[in-house]
């Protein structure tokens, strides 16, 4: 599939979060709860009732002015109560956690820990569920020994503000200016937009995907710093971008991981018995039939003759085995037994090897064809995911109107359902490394910008695409990326020299495990 960057808000970027999971060893629940209270006041005309309600009036004065930092006796705040909840206004007004001096309230840490949870799912979360887990639950489910993938992501939450309140110090005192309100108002209405699709109401989806105190006001200065903070970081990425010359030089040193090779492989299995000596169906104490478990001595005989199978199989390998291309070690899966041979450097087209491969009981077979720098270009496109949506139905309407690229991005702010909304559903350095065969071959058929094309995935995705144009060899964009990524954690480890964060409510828990482990 393509892979393209998810958030829980259409357009917001996560520019932190992956530098926090690097930062991180695995170290680290929370939920968050949301009560309200309310009191009515029994008035009656007399004298003494009277005097209550002026006190009243006289507290919620004084309360106002304090912002509330302590807990008071409903009693005395029965009108403010009314109006509200106090542990909703306390939890929005209140320091759920400092940084660097800075108070951090809860709706503000919910939706970074909404990010971080989002951006880690979108980059593992497949994986997990491959090995089982139930992601929906994750938060709950444990990272550690002594720590909840909520605590894991607390930590997350914990260094994107880290990152973005440095990010946000620098910009003021370069007098950076950047107007979020364009990006801003889209958000709001990809978030309409998709609380409507989802048939919920647009604050019941706000706090679905932020929290039980997100509400669009209260989260405004927030997305606001964060637009504001990703473009200023945007702009400092396009002021280190690597230089032609400084990515072959990169390259020079690290061939080894960025060179494609050819190759052919067979396997040959070695034949284990599956039955008793005497032939007969290996069964449990019920008398259940079950699977034979050879005894070593039958493995060894079994592996011997397989060994000589594979010899002969040697011979003919580089006609009679699968062939594999355009193999590279940042992009495909190479068994390690024979990492060592394919990507030595004096290897040779004809070289053959057999290894033996004790954990499934074969041996491998390859023979070594040839090793170069993939220079086909990548393919920048812009591209409508849905899985609601016919990719043709979505093709036709764009083909009915103008049928331009403007048509197109229109088309993507319509039905596009991967938040690809504020660039156009643009995807740049497209490779078919990991994607639908179709759409592969269809790519490398020699297109022409303003191509399209058109496939529905059954049980998953399905893809509108519109050919922009050629882009950049594959290993220039990923060496790219890498020394990119290095050198904005550089800076950003340049602006954050020392950072505290205080937790004097203890709502997280990896930083009391941290404290005492290192006690």
């Not at 979020?180 to 108002?185: F, R, S």
């Not at 997100?214 to 405004?220: C, F, G, K, N, Y």
């Not at 039905?415 to 490398?444: F, I, N, Q, R």
Request: overall charge negative; charged content about 30%.
């Amino acid at each position: 599939m393509i892979s393209k960057c998810k958030v829980p808000c259409k357009g917001t970027k996560d520019i932190h979060t992956e530098r926090g999971m690097k930062r991180m060893s695995k170290k680290n629940n929370r939920t968050v709860t949301e009560a309200t209270e309310s009191a009515k006041i029994q008035t009656k005309y007399d004298k003494k009732m009277q005097r209550r309600k002026e006190a009243e009036k006289r507290a919620k004065k004084e309360a106002l002015k304090s912002k509330i930092t302590g807990i008071v006796v409903v009693g005395l705040l029965a009108a403010f109560v009314l109006s509200f909840p106090i542990r909703s206004y306390l939890a929005v007004n209140t320091e759920y956690i400092k940084v660097d001096g800075v108070k951090i309230n809860q709706v503000e840490f919910d939706y970074n820990y909404a990010l971080a949870k989002a951006s880690y799912l979108n980059s593992y979360g497949s994986y997990l569920s491959m090995y089982g887990m139930d992601v929906s639950t994750i938060d709950t489910q444990m990272y550690s020994d002594e720590l909840t993938f909520g605590d894991y992501f607390d930590q997350l939450a914990v260094q994107k503000i880290i990152d973005t309140k440095a990010l946000k110090a620098q910009a003021d005192a370069e007098n950076f200016q950047y107007d979020t309100t364009e990006e801003y108002e889209t958000i709001l209405a990809d978030m309409k937009a998709a609380a409507e699709a989802e048939g919920t109401s647009y604050k019941e989806y706000i706090k679905t995907v932020y929290g039980p105190l997100a509400t669009e006001s209260r989260l405004e200065d927030v997305l606001k710093e964060t637009l504001y903070t990703a473009a200023f970081y945007n702009a400092k990425s396009e002021e280190l971008m690597p230089s032609a010359e400084e990515i072959t030089a990169y390259y020079e040193e690290h061939k080894n991981e960025y060179d494609s090779i050819d190759y052919h492989m067979s396997i040959v299995e070695a034949k284990l018995p599956t039955t008793n000596p005497d032939g007969t169906t290996p069964k449990d104490e019920a008398g259940n039939e079950v699977a034979y478990k050879p005894t070593e001595e039958e493995i060894k005989a079994a592996m011997e003759v397989a060994k000589k199978e594979a010899e002969q199989a040697e011979k003919t390998v580089a006609k009679d085995g699968e062939a594999y291309t355009n193999i590279n070690q940042q992009t495909s899966y190479v068994n390690s037994l024979l990492t060592d041979f394919l990507f030595d450097e004096s290897r040779k087209a004809g070289d053959t090897y057999v290894a033996e491969d004790t954990a499934y009981n074969r041996y491998l077979v390859v023979s070594f064809d040839g090793r170069y720098r993939n220079e086909a270009p990548t393919a920048d496109a812009r591209v409508i995911m849905t899985k609601t949506m016919l990719s043709e139905t979505i093709l036709e309407e764009w083909k009915a109107g103008e049928a331009t690229e403007e048509s197109f991005i229109q088309l993507v702010e319509k039905y596009d359902e991967a938040g690809a909304s504020t660039t156009g559903g643009l995807v740049t350095g497209l490779t078919t490394t990991y994607m639908p065969k179709e759409m592969a071959e269809w790519l490398s058929a020699g297109r022409k910008p303003g191509d399209t094309f058109a496939l529905d995935v059954p049980g998953d995705t399905n893809y509108v695409l519109y050919y922009v144009g050629e882009n950049d060899a594959e290993w220039m964009i990923q060496i790219r990326q890498v020394l990119l990524s290095e050198a904005m954690n550089g800076y950003l480890d340049g602006l954050i020299t020392e950072s505290k964060v205080e937790d004097p409510k203890g709502n997280l828990k990896y930083l009391q495990v941290e404290e005492n482990t290192t006690e």
